[in-house]
């Protein structure tokens, strides 16, 4: 850039050199295209090359775009399928648990009844009938014999 553009650019701006506060007067964007010089842009020629140089341009974006879009439909359908499988495993978790739980309760039931027969059949009564039904007899008090066990043991030896 030479110096007779960068002057051009820098009368742009206005700089107050007073101490004494001035007004400074805006002008609207459309006002200052209108003064400002006009710019040439540069236009390529479109050859071979730079056509060819274009197309593998927008092929490489595409490319990269498609990457980005199958990358992201991936990760949604790992992260939903996570989901779902989690989902699952919880159901089959809770479906385990509630038959347990129903099995718990049926040997629950099940102990208390075979607990009230148990308690039925020890009555003295019917265990007196069973041994009785098995040639035994109930002792009574004068059928009971009593060893001294504290004196001292003397034993004979046979010759």
Not at 15 to 34: F, G, I, N
């Amino acid at each position: 850039m030479s110096d007779s553009n960068v002057l051009k650019e820098l009368s742009y701006f206005s700089y107050d050199t007073s101490t004494s506060p001035r007004k400074v007067q805006h002008t609207s964007p459309a006002k200052e295209t209108k003064n400002a010089p006009e710019r040439k842009l540069r236009v390529l020629k479109d050859t071979p090359q730079t056509r060819k140089e274009r197309i593998e341009y927008k092929e490489k974006q595409s490319f990269v775009n498609t990457m980005k879009i199958m990358a992201v439909a991936i990760l949604s359908i790992l992260v939903i399928g996570s989901l779902v499988y989690q989902r699952v495993t919880i159901n089959n978790i809770e479906r385990n648990i509630s038959t347990i739980e129903k099995q718990l309760e049926e040997a629950k039931s099940e102990n208390i009844k075979l607990n009230m027969k148990k308690e039925a059949l020890r009555t003295p009564k019917i265990i007196s009938e069973f041994a009785q039904s098995k040639g035994m007899i109930q002792r009574d008090g004068y059928t009971i014999n009593y060893f001294d066990l504290s004196s001292e043991d003397i034993g004979y030896a046979l010759s």
